[in-house]
């Protein structure tokens, strides 16, 4: 069995995890210690050859060696703004310990936490080969990805989202979308960036759920008006799964055409969507019917019309 180092994966195990509100206040952070049971706080120090990859809403992203493993990994740094830094400590702990528990063949795999007073950040295995996003829209080695490849990554995200919704409590991810898969060096899918997730008590109504962030396009249309919100929470990454769907076998941008959000929005909530026609999705897609009727009722305007990952 491993224990001991968060650099080994798969052993997610039941733990105690140490809240971050029980962290000291007076700004002296364990350096050394672990946050939870297995997940370990790497030292800043320790993290060199620094590369910038990429900046997003809430952090920055580089890759750096790890000076012991000698392995690369990834960083997300988030600004330590003096003001800011006891909440955005927490939140990041959050989502640290959240990673953590959802161990699994397809989230990214979290190697530890960088919690120091000017520099903290979450470590994570390194993703060589970017996003989905880049892998589908950008110019790369790759001009053809084969069908088999697309349908792969779709069913390996279908299979990660599965295990998210089916944890105790479920783990709604909230965030979906192409920027937040990761590839590794085989191209298979990590689901990354639980920024917006939320532990799901079955029980529990759904008041507290907030706006999601980030793109308008994998924003399913009952949360364009937070007051009407209310059971459509859980069906959230089915839509945008099916979005993303749509955008792997087309390999293009969702409402391309749209000049704003507010047009998207518009018409979304009209009940338009991707267009599914040979066009856009070629007839050689293999089960092209199969995959056009799960994405249409993936995105179908009555959440109830979904399907669900989550076991009855
Ligand atoms: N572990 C990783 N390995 C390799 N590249 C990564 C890793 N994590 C993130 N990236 C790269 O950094 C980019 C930025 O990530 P980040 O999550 O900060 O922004 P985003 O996904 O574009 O938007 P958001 O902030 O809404 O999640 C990703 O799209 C990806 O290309
Ligand atoms: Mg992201």
């Given at each position: 069995m491993m224990s001991g180092s968060s650099a080994s994966t798969g052993s997610s195990g039941e733990h105690s995890s140490s809240s971050?509100?029980?962290?000291?206040?007076?700004?002296?952070?364990?350096?050394?210690?672990?946050?939870?049971?297995?997940?370990q706080v790497i030292p800043?120090?320790?993290?060199?050859?620094l590369r910038f990859i990429n900046k997003g809403a809430y952090g920055t992203v580089h890759s750096a060696l790890?000076?012991?493993?000698r392995t690369r990994v990834a960083v997300k740094f988030f600004p330590s703004d003096r003001h800011l830094v006891d909440r955005e400590r927490d939140k990041i702990l959050k989502e640290a310990e959240i990673l953590h528990k959802a161990r699994f063949s397809y989230i990214l795999p979290i190697l530890g936490i960088c919690n120091e007073e000017e520099n903290i950040g979450i470590v994570t295995e390194y993703?060589?080969?970017?996003s989905l996003n880049q892998l589908l829209h950008e110019d790369n080695p790759f001009p053809e990805i084969s069908w088999p490849l697309r349908i792969r990554i779709l069913y390996e995200i279908a299979l990660g989202v599965n295990f998210l919704h089916n944890m105790s409590p479920p783990l709604l991810?909230?965030?979906?979308?192409t920027p937040n898969i990761l590839l590794d060096s085989e191209f298979h899918a990590k689901i990354a960036d639980f920024g917006l997730s939320k532990w799901r008590?079955?029980?529990?109504?759904?008041?507290?759920?907030n706006p999601p962030g980030g793109?308008?396009?994998?924003?399913?249309?009952?949360?364009?008006?937070p007051e009407k919100n209310s059971r459509g929470s859980v069906k959230h990454d089915m839509y945008s799964y099916a979005i993303i769907m749509w955008e792997v076998l087309s390999r293009k941008q969702p409402y391309?055409?749209?000049?704003?959000p507010m047009q998207i929005m518009f018409s979304v909530a009209k009940g338009n969507r991707p267009d599914t026609s040979e066009e856009s999705l070629?007839?050689?897609?293999?089960?092209r019917d199969l995959f056009v009727s799960i994405m249409q009722s993936g995105w179908a305007?009555?959440?109830?019309?979904r399907p669900a990952f989550l076991s009855e």
């Open positions: 971050p509100a029980q962290y000291p206040r007076d700004n002296v952070y364990p350096r050394t210690s672990c946050i939870s049971s297995n997940l800043y120090h320790k993290l060199v050859d790890h000076s012991d493993w993703m060589p080969n970017g991810h909230h965030d979906l979308k008590m079955l029980s529990q109504s759904l008041s507290d759920h793109t308008i396009i994998y924003m399913p249309p009952e949360l364009y008006d391309e055409g749209a000049t704003n070629p007839s050689d897609i293999p089960h305007s009555d959440p109830n019309d």
